[in-house]
């Protein structure tokens, strides 16, 4: 099964992608930015992602709110996300709207600036601490996703950095930043924008040429510094945080292949093998057998740059120590790394990943979302066809070449949360006395 | 600023919408297997895939008293042993074939999903039936899963939010009503939940005359149907007795509550009360109000809390549609210091609502959005199963996705406003903020007008 892609580049340097399916009556649009928090200068963590807030404030004929407003009049769905090496937006509209969802990306693409304002930067700077504070800071465990690419990066590594940003970098965004942001990263040629779903090509060809044509092309933008590190962190690392949770649990990076190279599928399927669906390796052997976890799962961040990193994350059940926990997931790790993976196990993981990747081509919204990816990091869209081809190929053979280089305990980076008071380990007196009413 | 000067010429004006396209939600077809068992069938053959999602009636609504958790602990032993395979075995029967089963229970129903693709569908629909004719549950899983639901219970009294869900339903309805505990249970009554306890539950809710097969994708109505005959025309057992009532009495008075969290950077505030049942005859007037209110990212909520005060991520308002009257409820989360104040804005636009009748600019904001996101809803094979399934749960009618735009559409401003008054009820307010007592608490008496009752950790698992 194949979804059909066109492409054309408008002289902008805009990349466009269509994909027609006419079986529903809507339409996605989805706009890639190749910038992320990667992009950011010393001083302005979690910039990337505030200047993605403020391109939902309006442009030069989109009042502020407006943005919103009018998708959702339209009956459409809308959002957008930013990651360490790229933002999106994107929004899934009945297909007679298309040209509108077109003009609202443009309108921000060409005419944001006339439109900002310090009062709605210092709202959206509210918001993202907030936003903070929700999904990191008053979460438990929600520091991790701060905290393990710090330990797993070099401290000059675009990707150390925290995505969300520090409070004092939040506060020091002014409007000048936003102007030299947008005109360096929020320009035609560093961007793609795919179509997808029910439309008419050539109309949607002139819609892109009417709406997009005249915004003009980017100066450039600085290169990201050599982001290429050793394969394995030469010895292993370890930070333990005492946080407001009460189970432990472990994250533990291993760097591995980059995203897209024939090693990554290898890679990724070592991962699933280990921790996707409850019928992998740490599930089996933690949770259901020794009983020494409540959950267990790995999964790779698929970074296209620099190095990835496989995320082998096991929480703790009550009664379990520190230190027990530890040693049951080093010790699968261990297994793996001695005596590799069969044919069998790699014959299941793949199975499960081709039916997740046929149902992720359902929906309008995830298609377009990795047309536009697979552009952005490798320009050839043509790739989101070749997935299931690039998995059917990999042996136990190429799998085990990845686990001998990487899954020893040199290429292991632990990032273990702790209850912070007391003793580790709530007892089971503890829970008895608090559930009681 | 000089370096971004905005392009010439200016942009293009604002275009207007094209002819919309007609839509169908798709056709399905229905079924009665002599033993009293429904198949609801809905050929999609877009791509080679097909999600089934087997009904049963054994939501925790039905469960006896005391064994409060029964039926999603029974729900989730289906799959650790049955026909003779134990959990292992049975985990890589359905991931060898490309797929994953989810066992669970809410407060209506149970359910057994899965999607796969179309050439698997005899083999899954084989072992989905061994999951609900010959469950084993074995004592080994019996207390693995119970282990694993106090391991969240106790995870859960770290996490604000699941606490303040938690303790916001607890505030909500009678001690006596079913809904004021979680639908899985909480510790005590999980920790005395026995093997004996899911047999019985099983036995007697498991039936087919209480079961329907749901299956969405791309199969014919007589390919699912052979395959139901075959595997389900055998299953005996006569219909269940309805659940029990009783499930739903709610508080009939105000209340403001603060669970401890101290240096918390942030509070999750609940207010709401007791909503009303899905199957209300004003649910399309009460579900626009809501979206007006707080359902959509442009609500006067959100904007308000959001967008005009900076105090929040996100802030929303929702009716949990169950069979029984289910929490209405505005959540947000809010920096410390502006709990009091953000609490206020909160009961200001529930006034609002119930004083005046909206403008007819936010009516259609709201109607036209429902109206033409309809189709993208549908999109995914598992989203018609969900849909469909819906449909068996609250027994509606055959035609309820054909006339459910149009039944938006005719809601009006009036309409809106009547179902605010009947359905927002500030007399009734329950508002309960997982905090710092000592910044939030007075501020926060003083916003409701009453006292704000305080309560710790080790006391808070109380039912109001």
């Not at chain 2, 395959?227 to 025309?233: C, E, K, M, T, V």
């Not at chain 2, 027994?395 to 559409?409: A, C, F, M």
């Amino acid at each position: 099964m194949r979804i059909p892609i066109e492409t054309f580049t408008l002289p902008n340097g805009l990349r466009v992608i269509l994909s027609e399916d006419h079986t529903a009556p809507l339409v996605a649009v989805n706009l890639w930015y190749h910038v992320g928090s990667a992009n950011e200068r010393r001083g302005r963590t979690g910039f990337a992602h505030l200047f993605e807030h403020m391109l939902f404030q309006g442009s030069a004929n989109v009042a502020a709110n407006e943005h919103f407003e009018l998708v959702q009049r339209a009956g459409g769905t809308l959002n957008g996300s930013t990651w360490l090496d790229r933002t999106n937006y994107f929004e899934t509209v009945p297909s007679n709207q298309l040209e509108l969802a077109l003009w609202l990306e443009a309108n921000r693409m060409g005419w944001l600036l006339p439109a900002m304002t310090q009062q709605k930067l210092d709202t959206q700077r509210d918001v993202v601490q907030n936003e903070r504070r929700w999904s990191m800071d008053n979460q438990p465990y929600g520091t991790w996703w701060e905290r393990l690419p710090a330990l797993a990066y070099p401290i000059d590594h675009p990707f150390h950095h925290s995505l969300i940003g520090s409070m004092a970098d939040l506060d020091a965004a002014s409007l000048d930043d936003i102007a030299h942001f947008f005109a360096t990263y929020y320009t035609p040629d560093n961007a793609v924008l795919t179509i997808a779903g029910d439309f008419d090509r050539d109309e949607a060809r002139s819609m892109v040429e009417r709406h997009f044509g005249a915004i003009p092309r980017g100066a450039g933008k600085p290169p990201l510094p050599d982001m290429s590190v050793p394969p394995t962190f030469g010895g292993p690392l370890r930070e333990v945080v005492a946080d407001d949770v009460m189970l432990p649990r472990l994250f533990l990076a291993l760097r591995s292949p980059v995203f897209g190279s024939d090693e990554y599928y290898a890679a990724s399927v070592a991962g699933a093998i280990l921790g996707m669906k409850k019928g992998s390796r740490l599930y089996r052997a933690l949770v259901r057998e020794q009983q020494v976890a409540a959950e267990a799962q790995a999964y790779t961040y698929d970074l296209a740059k620099g190095s990835d990193l496989l995320v082998v994350d096991v929480t703790a059940r009550p009664e379990t120590s520190v230190e027990r926990l530890e040693e049951a997931v080093h010790a699968e790790l261990d297994r793996m790394a001695a005596d590799g993976v069969t044919s069998d196990e790699v014959s299941r993981v793949v199975t499960l990943i081709e039916t997740e990747l046929v149902a992720s081509l359902q929906s309008a919204s995830e298609r377009a979302d990795k047309l536009s990816m697979f552009a952005t990091y490798f320009g050839d869209p043509e790739l989101v066809n070749q997935q299931g081809d690039r998995y059917r190929t990999v042996t136990a053979e190429r799998v085990n070449l990845f686990v001998r280089e990487r899954l020893g305990r040199e290429n292991r980076a632990s990032l273990l949360y702790v209850p912070r008071d007391g003793d580790a380990e709530p007892t089971q007196s503890d829970l008895a006395m608090a559930e009681t009413p | 600023m000089s370096a971004s000067a905005s392009p010439t010429p200016a942009p293009a004006p604002r275009p207007e919408p094209a002819a919309p396209r007609s839509y169908h939600f798709p056709r399905f077809e229905r079924r009665t297997l002599p033993n009293g068992m429904q198949l609801v069938v809905a050929p999609v053959d877009k791509l080679p895939l097909a999600t089934v999602i087997a009904v049963v009636d054994a939501g925790a609504s039905a469960e006896p008293a005391g064994k409060e958790g029964v039926a999603a602990l029974t729900a989730r032993l289906l799959p650790e042993g049955a026909a003779g395979l134990d959990g292992v075995a049975l985990t890589d029967r359905f991931e060898r074939i490309g797929t994953t089963v989810e066992a669970h229970a809410d407060w209506d129903v149970a359910a057994v999903s899965l999607t796969v693709l179309t050439k698997q569908l005899p083999d899954a629909l084989a072992l989905v039936r061994d999951l609900l004719r010959a469950p084993e549950f074995p004592d080994r899983e019996v207390g693995r899963l119970k282990e694993e639901r106090l391991a969240e219970l106790l995870q859960q009294r770290a996490e604000p939010r699941g606490l303040a869900d938690e303790q916001f339903s607890r505030a909500l309805y009678q001690p006596a009503a079913r809904y004021a505990l979680p639908a899985d249970g909480d510790a005590a009554s999980v920790r005395g939940l026995t093997r004996d306890d899911v047999r019985d539950f099983y036995s007697a809710r498991y039936r087919p005359a209480a079961t329907t097969l749901v299956i969405a994708g791309d199969v014919t109505m007589a390919q699912a149907s052979a395959l139901a005959d075959d595997l389900f025309g055998n299953w005996t057992g006569a219909r269940p007795p309805a659940a029990a009532q009783g499930i739903d009495a709610g508080q009939p008075d105000r209340l403001t509550r603060v669970v401890a969290k101290a240096d918390a950077p942030q509070s999750e505030i609940r207010i709401g009360h007791v909503g009303l049942p899905r199957r209300a005859p004003d649910y399309f007037d009460a579900m626009v109000m809501n979206a007006v209110l707080g359902g959509l990212f442009s609500s006067r909520i959100n904007l308000n809390l959001r967008e005009a005060h900076g105090y929040t991520y996100g802030a929303f308002s929702g009716f949990e549609w169950r069979r029984g009257a289910g929490p209405f409820v505005v959540s947000t989360a809010v920096k410390s210091d502006v709990t009091a104040a953000a609490a206020q804005e909160i009961l200001n636009e529930i006034d609002r609502m119930r004083r005046e009748e909206i403008a007819e600019d936010e009516l259609t904001l709201a109607t036209s959005y429902l109206d033409g996101v309809f189709p993208i809803r549908y999109e995914t094979t598992s989203a018609i199963a969900a849909a469909l399934a819906n449909l068996v749960i609250h027994e509606l009618p055959d035609d309820y996705y054909d006339r459910y735009r149009e039944r938006v559409r005719a809601v009006t401003t009036q309409g809106v406003l009547r179902a605010a008054q009947a359905h927002l009820h500030p007399d009734r307010l329950r508002i309960v903020v997982v905090g710092d007592p000592a910044i939030i608490a007075e501020p926060l008496g003083k916003v409701a007008g009453m006292t704000t009752e305080v309560v710790t950790p080790d006391r808070m698992e109380k039912p109001a």
